[in-house]
């Protein structure tokens, strides 16, 4: 079974699932085109989840969609809006004052109404996890559209004294009513530090690490009516709402990039078993940082790369997925160009090798093989182990090409390349080509050019190209 390392427990635990299990996924905020580095992290759940289907394991996944609430300022890798697909006249526009909503600010730099601009990149969102193979989740909530699911757990949290409003209509979570508050990251209350920004002298809140589940506001299509006045909901609150509503109140699996430890996922653990009275979550999971020319891959560092740069380079989509599969997920992973071209080679040579493969006699799976790599993807996602086994078999003389087919489809299940792409694409000649080109070896070997001739002309009308090489002919 899949043993994974916990972020809260800080050791590889076992995944006890039994026959089903649910998985929370933060998911995008949808304000711009996901980077590879997004994707990423999004990986790291599609590779979870093929890992246990393939254990005959049910799995139910949740990912929001982060429509609103998602502020500039907070700490989730993104400090400022910047390169925006609409070019320079909009970045420029795009320069706003801290704490606003990266969706509205966006908007406004787009000149589109907010609901239009996240739709859109919703929509990007999806064609570009598509093309990466990971398997849709079963739920995907929109954040602007389970306001009352927020709603309905603030109140709790206010009811159960975990929260509490102030009169300009905000409404702050109680951060020493949850003593274990830092268990994730290990930033514990009485260690934190008043932050030097509007933190420290924010007179509304009790105490200086209180965050805002509710924020008053009155304006655009983004805020709603509520019992403490119209406004609009805290990013955190979002998360603990959807997850609590779709996968219940305990579930296995949290999953998000590391820079979403702290504050985001404190901040929903606080608030979700605050509501729920227990532990909610049984293992966090988080993946480390995609890095590009050494720096972590960010719109505000200015080095991200789409999935759509990587195909107008020429490559192939899941040439991304391969180079992430070449390094485990709790490794930084610094990427290059020449590391995707060399996962794209990989990729395509790999379809290549199945394609000839599939042409073989039957045979079973290479047993030991595959379990070889089963279990390096149940060792804590160790998928370049995995890999390494792989290119072993790919090399293995011993074993009969059918073997290598068998197994290689069977693991792609897991591996999602689509390696059985040019399966087909073999060449196939038409009906009778076959023999017309034995015909024309006996004339040639015979020297009977002009049959020679005439054979290949009959050929050329059947769409088979005839050369003649010093190994005899050849055609395609
Ligand atoms: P966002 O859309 O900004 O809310 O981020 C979506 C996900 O991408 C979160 O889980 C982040 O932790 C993750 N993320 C952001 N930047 C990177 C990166 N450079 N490498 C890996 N994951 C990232
Ligand atoms: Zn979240």
Redesign the pocket.
């Known amino acids: 079974m899949l043993r994974i390392y916990d972020t809260r427990t800080r050791q590889v635990e076992e995944i006890a699932a039994g026959r089903a299990l649910r998985m929370y996924t933060?998911g995008?905020?949808v304000y711009r085109h996901?980077h590879v580095?997004?994707l990423?992290?999004y990986l790291l759940s599609d590779l979870i989840r093929r890992v246990l289907e393939r254990r005959r394991v049910r799995v139910v996944a949740c990912q929001n969609i982060?429509d609103v609430g998602?502020l500039i300022e907070d700490p989730?890798?993104?400090a400022a809006l910047g390169d925006v697909a609409s070019g320079e006249a909009a970045s420029r526009q795009a320069v706003s004052h801290e704490g606003e909503d990266k969706v509205l600010a966006q908007a406004r730099a787009e000149g589109r109404s907010p609901l239009e601009l996240a739709r859109f990149y919703e929509s990007s969102f999806r064609s570009d996890t598509a093309a990466l193979n990971l398997r849709p989740p079963e739920h995907t909530p929109r954040a602007s559209e389970s306001i009352d699911l927020m709603v309905e757990l603030i109140a709790k949290l206010i009811e159960k004294g975990h929260a509490y409003a102030v009169p300009d209509g905000s409404v702050f979570f109680d951060a020493r009513t949850f003593p274990t508050y830092g268990e994730i990251s290990g930033n514990r209350l009485d260690a934190l530090k008043p932050a030097h920004r509007i933190d420290a002298v924010d007179p509304r809140k009790r105490f200086h690490a209180d965050w805002a589940l509710w924020k008053p506001s009155s304006e655009g299509e983004l805020t709603w009516d509520t019992p403490w006045g119209r406004g609009f909901p805290g990013w955190h609150v979002e998360c603990s709402a959807m997850s609590l509503r779709f996968l219940g109140s305990s579930f296995e699996l949290h999953i998000?990039?590391?820079?979403?430890r702290f504050p985001h996922h404190e901040d929903e653990r606080a608030q979700s078993d605050s509501a729920a009275g227990h532990e909610v979550v049984r293992h966090w999971v988080h993946?480390e940082?995609?890095l590009f020319d050494g720096r972590?891959?960010?719109k505000s560092t200015g080095n991200v790369v789409l999935l759509s740069d990587v195909v107008a380079a020429g490559l192939d989509p899941l040439a991304v997925r391969m180079a992430f599969l070449e390094h485990r997920y709790r490794q930084q992973l610094n990427l290059t160009w020449d590391t995707l071209k060399a996962a794209d080679r990989t990729v395509r040579r790999w379809r290549t090798r199945v394609a000839e493969w599939s042409e073989s006699i039957s045979a079973p799976m290479a047993t030991a093989y595959a379990e070889r790599v089963e279990s390096a993807f149940d060792d804590d996602l160790d998928t370049p182990a995995a890999l390494r086994i792989l290119r072993e078999l790919e090399r293995d003389e011993s074993v009969a090409p059918g073997a290598k087919f068998e197994t290689f489809l069977h693991l792609d299940q897991v591996l999602g390349l689509d390696l059985s792409a040019d399966i087909g694409k073999a060449r196939v000649l038409p009906a009778g080509a076959g023999e017309l080109l034995e015909a024309r070896a006996r004339a040639r070997d015979a020297k009977d050019w002009e049959a020679a001739d005439r054979l290949r002309d009959e050929l050329a009308e059947m769409g088979v190209r005839v050369s003649d090489t010093s190994e005899g002919q050849t055609w395609a």
């Open positions: 933060c995008p905020t996901a580095g997004n990423r992290t982060t998602h989730s890798g993104e998000g990039g590391i820079d979403l993946g940082h995609l972590k891959m960010a």
